[in-house]
């Protein structure tokens, strides 16, 4: 089956509204996330500390790490209600959020590690979505795969909160980063889908689900870039 769309100039401009959205949010992960460990009011406020050792998140902290999923269902169900005013605060405040939840990520890994990660997650995310966005394949059928291989990540990932298995934590991060690479396409051609769907002579509502394809490709970047830090990235200790 070929894919076929039309007013191909209009899906570049919101194409690239979609992109310009997901950097900027990532941008501001990545702000609040060395914000957050280079303050130690954030950090006492996120993390259990003693004797200057991190113990475990706060009540707080945990908090913070869970309204992102809030943030999310609130785009899935309540996108169309909302102004675009309040997707750009929800989106921004979304990035925020999920920043401060990341800092981890700069306290258990070497720099050197975080970066080199980021740039192979660049790699993966800028080939596959090339991929998604140029292709004429359907891949429709492709997400009723991947939806299926998430629920079985999900399911996996709570029963090895009660093994503990590192076996199984490596698989699922394998299996994660093939996942999430697969999504990046199905994504990007549903978003360009999508665009198709709506008055495209309406602005605020191109605004509005370039915001909610932003996030999805956001989420897409996260979940690669965290999974390849378990497999690849050098904790500090070692």
Same mark, same amino acid.
Request: charged share 10%; no cysteine.
């Given at each position: 089956?070929?894919?076929?769309?039309?007013?191909?100039?209009?899906?570049?401009?919101?194409?690239?509204?979609?992109?310009?959205?997901?950097?900027?949010?990532?941008?501001?992960?990545?702000?609040?996330?060395?914000?957050?460990?280079?303050?130690?009011?954030?950090?006492?406020?996120?993390?259990?500390?003693?004797?200057?050792?991190?113990? *475990?998140?706060?009540?707080?902290?945990?908090?913070?790490?869970?309204?992102?999923?809030? %943030?999310?269902?609130?785009?899935?169900?309540?996108?169309?209600?909302?102004?675009?005013?309040?997707?750009?605060?929800?989106?921004?405040?979304?990035?925020?959020?999920?920043?401060?939840?990341?800092?981890?990520?700069?306290?258990?890994?070497?720099?050197?590690?975080?970066?080199?990660?980021?740039?192979?997650?660049?790699?993966?995310?800028?080939?596959?979505?090339?991929? #998604?966005?140029?292709?004429?394949?359907?891949?429709?059928?492709?997400?009723?795969?991947?939806?299926?291989?998430?629920?079985?990540?999900?399911?996996?990932?709570?029963? *090895?909160?009660?093994?503990?298995?590192?076996?199984?934590?490596?698989?699922?991060?394998?299996?994660?980063?093939? %996942?999430?690479?697969?999504?990046?396409?199905?994504?990007?051609?549903?978003?360009?889908?999508?665009?198709?769907?709506?008055?495209?002579?309406?602005?605020?509502?191109?605004?509005?689900?370039?915001?909610? #394809?932003?996030?999805?490709?956001?989420?897409?970047?996260? *979940?690669?870039?965290?999974?390849?830090?378990?497999?690849?990235?050098?904790?500090?200790?070692?």
């Amino acid at each position: 089956m070929k894919y076929e769309l039309t007013d191909t100039s209009g899906v570049r401009t919101y194409v690239l509204q979609v992109y310009n959205y997901m950097l900027l949010g990532l941008l501001l992960t990545g702000v609040f996330a060395l914000l957050t460990t280079s303050s130690s009011t954030m950090m006492n406020l996120i993390y259990v500390i003693h004797d200057d050792r991190i113990i *475990n998140i706060s009540p707080f902290g945990w908090l913070v790490s869970l309204a992102p999923l809030s %943030i999310a269902l609130a785009f899935s169900f309540g996108l169309p209600k909302f102004s675009v005013v309040t997707a750009q605060v929800l989106f921004w405040l979304y990035s925020s959020l999920m920043g401060i939840s990341l800092s981890s990520v700069l306290l258990i890994y070497t720099g050197e590690s975080v970066v080199s990660t980021i740039f192979i997650a660049v790699s993966i995310f800028g080939f596959m979505s090339l991929y #998604g966005y140029t292709t004429e394949t359907d891949l429709t059928s492709l997400g009723s795969f991947l939806i299926m291989g998430l629920i079985g990540l999900i399911t996996s990932g709570l029963v *090895n909160l009660f093994l503990s298995s590192t076996a199984l934590d490596f698989a699922i991060s394998v299996v994660a980063v093939i %996942i999430f690479t697969g999504f990046v396409a199905f994504d990007i051609q549903r978003i360009k889908s999508i665009y198709n769907t709506y008055n495209i002579n309406d602005k605020q509502i191109v605004i509005k689900i370039a915001i909610f #394809g932003a996030l999805q490709l956001y989420l897409d970047f996260i *979940n690669i870039f965290v999974h390849l830090l378990r497999l690849l990235a050098r904790k500090k200790e070692e």
